[in-house]
């Protein structure tokens, strides 16, 4: 009795509509229906803000713009959640928001995540060639106040 009931704790439901046993985030991923239209929006959501990611690379205010709107909408998941979880029968089939706000987590907040997280390794790298570049005329100077001081 007691091994039943830890199983039923352990384990969420099945799902309606494709009979997995959700026990891992991928199974999870796998019992969405991607064939909503507003899911396939979301996919082209992120694939337009990884586009501009790439593209803003060069543009560093531009960057900082497209970070702090990617770090907006993170933040606001939560009420975006609450919302979604209260109205979902008008733009989708199923109820895939829950309290926890996995769904949410996983499907919006992750990717937009990830471009951030790009965004910030692409400064990390301009600030490392930007000391790089800035210790090689350094030694430069240095090298051309020494090369004076000798020929005096």
Known sequence: MTDQKADNITSIPIDEFSNLRITSIWT??????????????????????????????RYYKAQICLFMLMAGLVYSAEYLNEFAAMNWRSFSNFQYFDSKGMFISLVYSIPLLLNTVIIVMVWVYRTFSTM??????????KARREKREKTD
């Open 132 to 141: 790089t570049e800035l210790k090689t005329l350094q030694l430069k100077r």
């Open 28 to 57: 999870f991923l796998m019992s969405v229906q991607w064939s909503e239209p507003w899911l396939i929006g979301m996919l082209v959501f992120h694939v337009v803000c990884l586009f501009l990611t790439v593209l803003t690379c």
